[in-house]
């Protein structure tokens, strides 16, 4: 459905966008995820045609963007961060505008109250716009980005400045939408794109750092073989590394009665933290904490991930 190939964009020197490269099939939903400046919001105008790229290609099933607009775009429903609203007419005035623009071929008022049951409008659909909460204002963008029924659909952060209570209803309306559309979804609610979310991209600096399903990306980083373990005694780092369960060790405190806290990564052996805690026991060190870390949520694997890439982007400025 959506096939990008070394998408690129600057601005003079500045490269917003760096060669990327992914497919979406027919039916996925996929989350688009980036620190702030990742380029996130840039990608999404490049799909959408609303800005060109530099350099490479975007095909929204099977018609390129640039060579093709009117066709790709008929396939594309874009819900940008601000919605595209006239505040000043009333909300099924504004929907037949926007039918109108898309030349439509279908019956208008079947499809437009259609629409506006699909996203819980009708109710309000002789109200001015400008007098909506934010909620219902944001459910008249995502109507608009239906309008035509396209394959696709585009939202740039739809939740962004709603209350808990307008957060789930937009979150239902996408799980809902995601049955009959191919969805990509930017957001820096994580737990949102978890949750409705197959498949995941994380870009950073114009450049994809990550891209997997969503429950793939999470077993990758899974804290199954992680514990905390807080101790009291000497030599401890080595003693860690000398049991022959261990494969990582990270020592996250160290206080002046001489308690030291570690996050120690266990191999695969089922038995791995019973022989750790006797490893430890009989070299006399006081065991004051040993438990298994939390389940691996998207939010830790989103941190570790970027500042990985951090990392590595140091350690290259040292270097040269």
Do not use: W
Request: overall charge negative.
């Amino acid at each position: 459905m959506i096939k990008v190939t070394d998408l690129t964009k600057q601005y003079g020197k500045i490269t917003a966008v760096d060669h990327i490269s992914f497919e979406i099939d027919d039916g996925e939903v996929v989350g688009f995820l980036g620190p702030n400046g990742a380029g996130k919001t840039t990608t999404m105008n490049m799909l959408c045609g609303y800005i060109s790229s530099t350099s490479g290609e975007v095909l929204i099933d099977g018609h390129d963007i640039l060579k093709e607009p009117l066709e790709a775009k008929k396939c594309i429903g874009y819900l940008p961060e601000h919605p595209p609203l006239y505040t000043d007419m009333e909300v099924y005035e504004y929907l037949g505008f926007v039918y109108d623009l898309k030349k439509v071929r279908d019956n208008k008022k079947q499809h437009i109250q259609t629409i506006m049951e699909k996203v819980g409008l009708t109710d309000v659909q002789n109200r001015i716009i400008k007098n909506l909460s934010k909620g219902y204002q944001q459910r008249v963008g995502f109507a608009q980005a239906l309008i035509g029924n396209p394959k696709v659909l585009i939202l740039d952060e739809p939740t962004v400045g709603l209350d808990p209570n307008q957060i789930v209803e937009i979150r239902k309306l996408i799980e809902e939408l995601g049955k009959a559309h191919t969805v990509i979804l930017s957001s820096h609610i994580l737990g949102e794109i978890s949750a409705v979310c197959s498949k995941i991209i994380i870009i950073k600096k114009g450049t994809i750092i990550a891209m997997d399903e969503t429950d793939a990306l999470l077993k990758k980083a899974d804290t199954a073989n992680k514990v905390s373990l807080k101790v009291m005694g000497e030599d401890v780092l080595a003693l860690l590394n000398q049991s022959g369960v261990v494969l990582d060790v990270v020592e996250e405190q160290r206080l002046d009665d001489g308690t030291q806290t570690f996050i120690v990564t266990l191999n695969e052996n089922p038995d791995g933290i019973k022989l750790l805690s006797k490893s430890l026991s009989e070299h006399g060190i006081v065991i004051l904490e040993l438990q298994k870390k939390a389940t691996t949520t998207l939010e830790q694997v989103f941190a570790e991930l970027t500042a990985k890439e951090e990392t590595k982007v140091n350690e290259s400025h040292i270097k040269a």
